[in-house]
């Protein structure tokens, strides 16, 4: 037994306890920074996700402060938003709305749309992800009710885009008709009221803060009398942004008069600057 334990411990193969504690030491930091990239690589997958949700609700907000803004002059309401990966960027002339009554143009308008964009590098739903945030019943840019909203929020991710790789919140000036039948004795009226928000950015702005703020500037009625047909088309001034883009039911939209008596038609085009960052 004796010479057993002597050649042993004279054994050139055995591991020295120092070295072995390295080894288990260098093993056991190793894991921990793998651990560590791991936590915070999905950490940082959270907080983008978490951003680009918020966000949603931001732009959601947005936008039913442009249908209250819209139509009162000189009226300003800033909306406040938090950012760590994304930016807002204004989208300068997406879109233009051309209205046509019996066939005759009777005005169009040039709008810029409002983008929360998200490097597809912090966060990422899939190239060609489409999702309508609202309405959600309807994808048309002409939108019927009291009730509808003067304005879509998309949520798009396409590639390649000339400005970037971005996952995106969108948020797009739409119309609302709403119509109304007024009784005079034995005749009747029925109006037929539009309403569009038109977004315009002025240039030279500095981006002091987290914030968007909306003006009213103007708004412009149209009115007509006695026809039988209105025809909406929306146009896209840039190819990135085209209906691949926005995903609209169609872009031309006929509402037919020729069945009523004294139709009335009655355009509003509210104006409204926007201010990225300004206090």
């Not at 066939?103 to 929360?116: D, Q």
């Not at 060609?128 to 998309?154: D, I, K, N």
């Not at 009213?216 to 009398?225: A, D, Q």
């Amino acid at each position: 037994m004796c010479g057993k334990r002597e050649s042993l411990r004279r054994d050139r193969n055995a591991v020295a306890p120092a070295v072995s504690t390295v080894i288990l030491t260098a093993a056991v930091v190793v894991m921990i920074l793998v651990a560590a990239n791991y936590a915070s690589a999905f950490l940082d997958k959270r907080m983008a996700e978490n951003e680009y949700s918020a966000n949603k609700q931001f732009m959601l907000t947005t936008g039913l402060q442009l249908d209250d803004i819209a139509w009162t002059i000189g009226r300003t309401q800033t909306v406040r938003y938090s950012s760590r990966y994304g930016n807002i960027a204004v989208k300068v002339d997406a879109l233009r709305y051309c209205v046509f009554v019996d066939g005759a143009e009777l005005f169009n308008v040039v709008t810029s749309i409002i983008m929360f964009n998200m490097p597809v590098s912090s966060y990422s739903v899939g190239n060609g992800y489409f999702e309508r945030v609202t309405p959600t019943h309807s994808g048309s840019f002409l939108q019927a009710g009291t009730s509808a909203s003067a304005c879509h929020v998309l949520c798009v991710e396409k590639l390649p885009m000339s400005d970037g790789s971005y996952t995106r919140v969108v948020m797009v000036p739409t119309i609302r008709s709403m119509v109304t039948e007024i009784s005079r004795g034995s005749s009747a009226t029925t109006y037929f009221k539009f309403y569009l928000p038109v977004l315009k950015f002025p240039s030279g702005q500095q981006y002091l803060s987290q914030s968007v703020t909306l003006t009213g500037e103007n708004v412009t009625k149209f009115s007509i009398v006695g026809n039988s047909q209105v025809r909406i088309a929306v146009e896209f001034l840039d190819p990135d942004f085209d209906n691949e883009f926005f995903q609209f039911d169609n872009v031309d939209e006929v509402i037919s008069l020729a069945s009523l008596s004294n139709p009335v038609i009655e355009f509003y085009v509210g104006t409204v600057n926007v201010k990225i960052g300004e206090v």
